[in-house]
């Protein structure tokens, strides 16, 4: 299979231009007749049935949750990136794309990443228009902080609930479309197969999460926008309910998975505080703007952190990055964090922590200011911890993030299926290796509102002439049969195990050898792990209730089911890449002082994995650079 | 630590639902309260009983999607947090908590301690955004707004739309929960072109779904996990009287 990432000609800042320029065009009537299928209601996915909507096209839009105003895209509460250059700071759509590019460790296509810098603007000017009050200056205009691996101060924020107020004003706007009859909404509903006729997406089967009635829908396109992928690690800072289902049925009915072991590991999430942990709540990166992250010199320090001086305190990013000292990019932090816990210098009961210290801050610019900027964030982690940040350092560990691995799509944002397109987080384009902080938001809403509705039209306008998928199609009858089977064979096992437990097993043979820090024989015997406690849910899983009802523990045990999958795929993928960049780090490939090397003379594609009756067999996108010169990445 | 939870137990829709007592040990003062009743239901399952059906999605506080009655209380002992956010040291060893579901004629029970809380999706489609397409926005600076302005804009938009005042109200009204979404959007320029006809519609639709009035007793601002003020009811008060005026 060659993959053509159909990138447009002409230099890099006319490439989305001469996109558009001749893409193809429907007329509005013909819109009209066509339907596409959205699963997910976060930012990409609302972003894109409402703008799909207003354009014309008749849009079914399905959630698993009670509404599509819990998407997780809430949860995001740092910013969101855009080169408008308000402070005057030098800021530019050049230097954007060259941060975010070198940020992913040149590991993404130069036209992609660009795009995302080009359109960052106007996803300013939308959002404001739809109603997000942004943080403003006193004289009226909107105010920017900096973010992790970048020099100006380009982040646009709502307090720390960023996230939150652009996933409602997406789901404002998708809501003006259900109520304008354009959309037509399904909560509570998880997609549980693609449906493929004649080699295109034509359609899915969701199981409804109040009835568990299988249902068929048809369509001329379908978009997932499902995000995120990392509670595959089960510890994770994602909601409970994120899963990789969508994703995985759509590979295995024939979509290659880009760079699928390509996982951001936050640097500052609370740690862990026991076996039962269900979840890694995030503390925003924005933090790192004022806070200082430090460990003691001393190992085994049992003294509290107020009483520990100043000489006896170890700034180690400050000391090994001094030019981007607390704000070095997350791959980077995470792993320096984990080096110090691993050496024996972490902090807090189980000594898994580090500390985020205010104290430098509150004294500089006094405690008010420090309560504007970040209030909430504190509120958050006293009513978690119980403990007063104020007053004390905060603790903080690494924590499972960010999928910047996906389904691979080309520049129309496609998918290797013809009609299936992959938005937001759930697909592999701008990021690379590494995601840099307030970039999801922004990839997701700009895949989602500019990039999707101006590339859809161009395969749609050759549906129009074919006749319209309906679901008495064979595939459609087959693929539910398939369905039901496989929630059948779940429900029969009938063994001795809970769901849950398969999770924290399979949790931890991920974090231990796929995550942070990877090496051949650690992922050779995940691998072999992985499978066998594939082989110990089909044989001992247990699941209570019946599939005809609100079945809970049935869901989970579907979504693990396809994680335990994904778990062999990840392994394989970090198995292959025999080199170190961005958050992949293979431990094999670093110089004397710990830091990645990367090889790019071997190693310088796109992943892109097909599934083969339970192996995968690799293509490769090779990776031109024909306006940056790769370099190497140093924040010293 | 050990405790006997007491939790409402309902088949479906249309089952009666009773309390059921559950005793529970192995927990830590660590734990989340949902990561407890995780605790119970993984005991449920190897006892080959059904699981208790309740809500959750991001445990951090920001979705809404959980929330339910501990102790007769909107999200547990302590005033605005979500379920998620509460953990087991709130409890003592050997406590009895009593679990139950949003209680309100407008969220009827779908299973257990689940609700439909669709009718809040309806009140938000009656005009609770700004009829502009994508694609058609002025530069985002070309409007100031005055840091005071949207510093109150985001007060009110800060809903994370749990349900809880209205299950904590008596009259299971949902005036803080449309107040502050209608606040948030007139406060702002952008949502000026259609304050009166949002506040009308959306106030509307709020009595068509059977939410009960609205009489000050402020019992909603204490569990709003975002802290919500009633202020809010009384600004949409004087916008529902303006938008009659004017509107």
Known sequence: MTLDSKIPEGKLEDKWRNYQVKSRLINPANKKKLNIIVVGSGLSGAGAASTLAELGYDVKCFCYQDSARRAHSVAAQGGINAAKNYQHDGDSVYRMFYDTLKGGDFRSREANTYRLAELSAPLIDHFVQQGVPFAREYGGTLVNRSFGGVQVQRTFYARGQTGQQLLLAAYSQLYKMVRAKKVEMFPRSEMLDLVVIDGKAKGIIVRDLVTGELKRFAADAVVLATGGYSRVFRLSTLAIGCNGSALWKAHKKGALFGAPSFTQIHPTALPQSSEAQSKLTLMSESLRNDGRIWVPKQKDDLRKANEIPEDQRDYYLERRYPSYGNLAPRDIASRAAKERIDAGFGVGKLKNAVYLDFKHAIEKFGLETIKDRYGNLFTMYEKITGINAYKEPMQISPAAHFSMGGLWVDYELMTTIPGLYAIGECNFSDHGANRLGANSLLQASVDGYFILPNTINNYLASEIKTDHPTTDHPEFEKSEKETKAHIEQILTINGTKTVDHFHRELGKVMWQECAMSRNKSGLEKAITQIKTIRDQFWSDVKVTGHDKEMNTELEKALRLADFIELGILMCTDALEREESCGAHFREEFQTEDGEAVRVDKDYSYVSAWEYDNGNFNLHKEELEFEFVKPSVRSYK | ?247
């Open chain 2, 1 to 247: 630590m050990k405790v006997t939870f007491k939790i409402w137990r309902q088949e479906g829709p249309k089952d009666k639902g009773a309390i059921r007592d559950y005793e529970v040990d192995g927990l830590t003062e660590e734990m989340s309260f949902l990561e407890a009743l995780d605790h119970l239901n993984e005991l449920l399952v190897l006892k080959d009983e059904k699981v208790i059906a309740f809500e959750y999605d991001c445990r951090e506080g920001i979705c809404g999607q959980c929330g339910v009655f501990i102790n007769g209380r909107a999200h547990g002992p302590h005033d605005n947090i979500t379920t998620c956010q509460l953990h087991m040291r709130s409890f003592n060893d050997g406590d009895t908590i009593v679990v139950e579901p949003w209680r309100a004629a407008s969220f009827p029970v779908i299973k257990d301690l689940v609700v439909d809380r669709s009718s809040l999706d309806r009140i938000i489609e009656q005009g609770a955004f700004i009829s502009a397409k994508t694609g058609t926005a002025p530069e985002a600076n070309a409007i100031p707004i005055p840091k005071e302005i949207s510093g109150r804009a985001m007060d009110a938009a800060a809903c994370i739309g749990c349900g809880a005042c209205v299950a904590t109200c008596k009259n299971s009204s949902a005036a803080l929960f449309t107040s502050a979404k209608i606040n948030h959007l007139n406060t702002l320029p952008q949502g000026k072109a259609e304050e009166h006809k949002r506040v009308a519609e959306m106030t509307f639709q709020m009595e068509i779904e059977g939410f009960g009035s609205c009489t000050f007793t402020g019992a909603c601002e204490v569990e709003c996990p975002e802290g919500i003020s009633i202020i809010n009811i009384a600004e949409m008060n004087a916008r529902v009287t303006k938008s009659r005026i004017f509107g």
